[in-house]
Each structure stands twice: as C-alpha cells, then as structure tokens.
C-alpha cells in the first residue's frame, strides 16, 4: 500500500476557505476524478461535508472524532492510523480479487482537509498537486513541503480557466539511497 495526497493550492499553499474551494476549475475535478477513481479515498469530516455525498467508484474513507457520524457508502474511523489498517485489507482484497496484481501496491489517496495532509505528509509517497494562481485569503492551507525531501516527476505547461491559471504536477518523495552514496555530502 502507498499514500499519496491530492490537492489544488493556491500560491501561498491556500487550499479553502470557510469549508469552500476557492475557485472552480472544471479540469481540476477531472484530473482529480482520473487520479482517484476506482482508489480508496481519504478525507475528514469537513471536507466530506463540503462534497456532500460519498464519490461513486471510490471506497470512500472519513475520519472524525465524532463517534456519532455514519454515512452510506463511507467507511468511518476515528483514528487516522487506521487508515494503514483499512488500506492493507483492501490491498489484500484487491489482489485476492485480480484487481491488482500480485506485486502491485494499492494506492490510497488523501484528499483533505489540511489536518489529514499535515498528518500522512510524512507517509506519503506521491503528491499530485494542482497549483493555482490564487493569491488570495483562505482559512485552511496545504503543510509545507521540503525541496529536500521531493522532486518533480511530472509537471503540465500553465494553463487558463476562466481567470486562474494552474498547472499540474507530480512529485515524489525522493530517496536518498537512489540517488548515489548517501556518505558523499558536501559538509
């Protein structure tokens, strides 16, 4: 299993504000609708209100204190480690099932609020980012990311909708280990 987190940030790393996005991309929800379909997907409760229903061809997953919270079609947990839990027993499914082949990991996708991607940040492996021109005010941003630790793996040309720009890009973490001999700093 693989964690990857999925966003659309402004310039300032502006994910939303007052429970909403701030702005409408139409090519964002489908690259967002390509990356995720048919994946499990993990969001908290904030953010699974703000959508408002469990996403089709998804495993939806919701994480929330609240002990009350159920919803059809979503797995809820109350504690975000268990998404490790609830992702290798669909792994485990999925290759019972032939829809992953034996040596394929399943990838599991966090798709908001800010405290789950400050939270599998460190776990992640991938982050599919849409970045916005947007510089203005929000309430909830995307955790700061090191140059140290990722890489572009793929990036789009800028692109218009409406009056953003955005682009998309792919960076992986990078390890050390791939990248020559780790004894060989320049201290």
């Known amino acids: 299993m693989r964690i990857s987190l999925i966003a659309a940030t402004g310039a300032d790393r502006q994910l939303g504000k007052e429970n909403k996005l701030l702005w409408h991309i139409p090519e964002d929800w489908k690259f967002f609708k390509t990356k995720t379909l048919n994946h499990p997907i993990v969001m908290g409760r904030k953010t699974f209100d703000s959508i408002g229903k469990a996403l089709p061809k998804r495993e939806n997953i919701v994480v929330t204190g609240n002990k009350e919270f159920s919803m059809e079609n979503v797995t809820v947990i109350h504690d975000p480690m268990m998404v490790f839990d ?42 599919y980012l849409t970045e916005v ?20 793996d793929d990036i789009s040309e800028w692109m218009e909708s409406g009056e953003h720009q955005y682009r998309f890009l792919t960076l992986v973490r990078e390890d050390a280990e791939e990248n020559g001999d780790p004894s060989n700093t320049d201290e």
């Open 133 to 152: 021109n947007f510089e203005g005010e929000a309430d909830v941003f995307f955790p700061m990311i090191s140059s140290n630790e990722w890489v572009i």
């Open 86 to 127: 609830v992702g290798l027993e669909l792994e485990e499914k999925a290759h019972a099932n032939g829809s992953l082949s034996p040596d394929e990991d399943l990838e599991v996708f966090i798709i908001g609020g800010a405290t789950l991607y400050e939270f599998f940040l460190p776990y992640a492996t991938t982050l």
